[in-house]
């Protein structure tokens, strides 16, 4: 479940004269503690706020859900009230949601709250809707690369930046047998050649000793 913590910015703010004034905003982050709520708050608003700014108060939120949707700024702030059994007495009592949605004006707020609770299984109530003076909520965003390590980098520098050179294949030992016995044919094929030439000139010898006879 998140934890919200209100923290109160005090700033100079420029008005639409161009002068600067004194405000206080009222901003909600989402942080486990008073101590990341500050840090976070000065994280979000560090680069957005010109100048100095200070973090007047801090103050842990009773809201229990928000239903944000991109088309509207103005947050609504919503109690709803619902009946349940209590897990100590079994008795019933009635439970009160502090809930923020979004919204262009307070019918739509009404609209899109009961539609963000359609699916919810006890009847419940809406006692109150009011706008709120919250100029931006900041929710956390948890980083899909923390704690990951690419492949690529854990490998060391001097692999990742070595250059691949390809290697000949060495035959199989089917191949390899059969180029041996090319070689020992074409070794033998010369002492062949020698011998059939010798026969041929022992024929040739006899034949010339019978016509002379």
């Known amino acids: 479940m998140k934890i919200w913590f209100q923290c109160k910015i005090k700033y100079q703010k420029e008005d639409e004269n161009g002068r ?7 901003y909600l982050v989402d942080a486990v503690s008073y101590t ?6 000065y994280q979000e608003l560090g680069s957005v706020i010109r100048g100095d700014f200070e973090v007047t108060s801090i103050t ?4 229990s859900d928000i239903f944000h949707y991109d088309d509207a700024e103005t947050w609504y702030k919503c109690k709803v009230t619902y009946i349940a059994a209590d897990d100590e007495s079994g008795k019933e009592k009635k439970v009160t949601n502090q809930m923020l949605v979004s919204a262009l004006d307070l019918k ?12 919810i299984l006890v009847q419940f109530e809406v006692v109150e809707i009011q706008q709120s003076p919250l100029v931006e909520i900041f929710p956390y965003v948890e980083d899909e690369t923390k704690g990951k390590v690419r492949i690529d ?10 250059e ?9 030992p089917a191949l390899a047998s059969q180029e041996e016995d090319e070689e020992e044919d074409s070794a033998f094929e010369p002492q062949a050649l020698l011998q059939e030439a010798e026969l041929e000139e022992e024929l040739e010898a006899e034949l ?5 006879l």
């Open 208 to 212: 010339d000793s019978e016509t002379e």
């Open 36 to 41: 990341e709520a500050e840090a976070r708050i």
């Open 20 to 26: 600067l004034k004194n405000v206080t905003e009222p």
């Open 60 to 63: 842990k939120s009773k809201i």
């Open 108 to 119: 739509q707020a009404c609209e899109r709250l009961l539609e963000s609770l359609e699916g």
């Open 153 to 162: 980098d854990m490998a060391p520098q001097a692999v990742r930046e070595e």
């Open 164 to 172: 691949v050179t390809l290697k000949p294949i060495p035959p199989t």
